[in-house]
């Protein structure tokens, strides 16, 4: 039977949601971070979001993972694919939460989530909904290689799309090696100091 | 976790077979929350195709973060699924719910809502062996309080509901 599969980085794990995971899904969706997600959302509707996120699973066969620390297991947030009806393409999406943010976290999951679906799934290309306020977010498609598709249609008419680099433009290319750069940097800082001067 | 629905129990009744849902089940399902009578069940035409799909997306998550959920009724004659009812358990919900939906209007007035809750309600008391069950209907919602009421539900006007017009029908337990 298929599995949700379990992606693993030098840094992170990503599985699928499970119900222990749901009071940090909950903090984050009730919370104004949640703003540029149809948030802040009232305590049922945002079971109803973690359920449909695992459902989003079972009926698409792909879907958001949860993303934990892969050595003391704490969450960080969510990335994968998410296509619910009315979506006019495949969207890779992420949102981290508040106290995990700028440590590179969503770059390296949603990189490794996009390689999945590149090189496991057969995805031929994904785009990104995003709200034009949401500049960490643009910001973070840019990194990972997406450019503003004007012309793509978007899901409501306020969102902007970022197509995502075609699977053949990102395997053995110099963005790709950018890409594994910064995520190294963040994982092994390269200005690190490595001690005090002695004289 | 699996991202499957596997080992979930399979009922039978005269007419219907109640399975677990599967992916197939999305589309019939999502055209019934987005008509008209989607509105009991989280959908309805203003929330649209998008809200509908969450909603169905939302049943197939629950069996996975509670172990058991909404069984879809297929027509055995035909193998349709044609209704939907089982178990809700949303964290803030006072006790757990059944509710029950035939998804076609072609379908309603065939008895498939009652022969799917009758079989799911000694489910829920018998195998899962459930504290209690209940039913939160609107009170406008007249047919679903009509069959309530045949199924043995007990109004109970002092237990908690998520909504305060909801109307509580007990089928078995006491009062969290």
Excluded at chain 2, 24 to 51: K, Q, T
Aim: charged share 25%; aromatic share 10%.
């Amino acid at each position: 039977m298929p599995t949700i599969p379990v992606l693993e980085t030098k840094r992170l794990v990503l599985r699928g949601p499970e119900p222990e995971d749901y009071p940090d899904f909950k903090a984050t969706f009730t919370s104004y971070r949640a703003r540029f997600m149809g948030g802040p959302l009232n305590a049922y509707e945002s079971w109803m979001l973690y359920a449909a996120e695992i459902g989003h699973w079972a009926i698409r066969g792909y879907g958001m993972w949860m993303i934990h620390d892969r050595k003391t297991d704490e969450t960080y947030g969510m990335a994968g694919g998410w296509k619910p009806a009315k979506w006019p393409e495949a969207e890779i999406a992420w949102i981290i939460w508040p106290d995990a943010q700028g440590r590179g976290i969503a770059l390296e999951a949603t990189h490794m989530a996009r390689n999945y679906f590149y090189e496991k799934l057969g995805w031929e290309g994904a785009v990104s909904y995003l709200d034009p306020k949401n500049l960490d977010s643009i910001r973070l498609a840019e990194r990972l290689g997406a450019t503003k598709d004007k012309d793509a249609p978007s899901v409501d008419g306020n969102d902007v799309v970022y197509r995502h680099p075609s699977p053949e433009k990102l395997r053995g290319s110099q963005l790709a090696d950018g890409i594994a750069l910064e995520i190294e940097s963040y994982q092994n800082p390269l200005f690190q100091p490595k001690g005090y001067a002695i004289d | 976790m699996t991202a499957t629905l596997t080992n979930t129990p399979v009922l039978e009744t005269e007419r219907l077979t109640l399975r677990a849902p599967i992916p197939s089940d999305i589309e019939p399902w999502v055209a019934f929350l987005v008509s008209d009578r989607g509105v009991w069940h989280g959908g309805g035409p203003e929330n649209g195709e998008g809200g509908a799909w969450r909603v169905a997306a939302t049943f197939a998550g629950h069996w996975l973060l509670n172990g058991f959920g909404l069984f879809v009724a297929m027509e055995k004659a035909t193998g349709r699924p044609v209704a939907s009812a089982g178990p809700y358990a949303p964290p803030d919900f006072p006790e757990i719910e059944i509710g029950w939906s035939v998804w076609s209007d072609e379908d309603q007035g065939k008895g498939y809502a009652s022969e799917a809750a009758k079989a799911i309600i000694a489910h829920c008391r018998d195998d899962l062996k459930l504290p209690s069950l209940v039913s939160y209907i609107a009170p406008e919602n007249a047919r679903s309080c009509a069959l309530a009421e045949r199924l043995g539900a007990v109004l109970d006007a002092k237990a908690k509901r998520p909504h305060p017009d909801d109307l509580v029908y007990r089928h078995f337990g006491e009062a969290a």
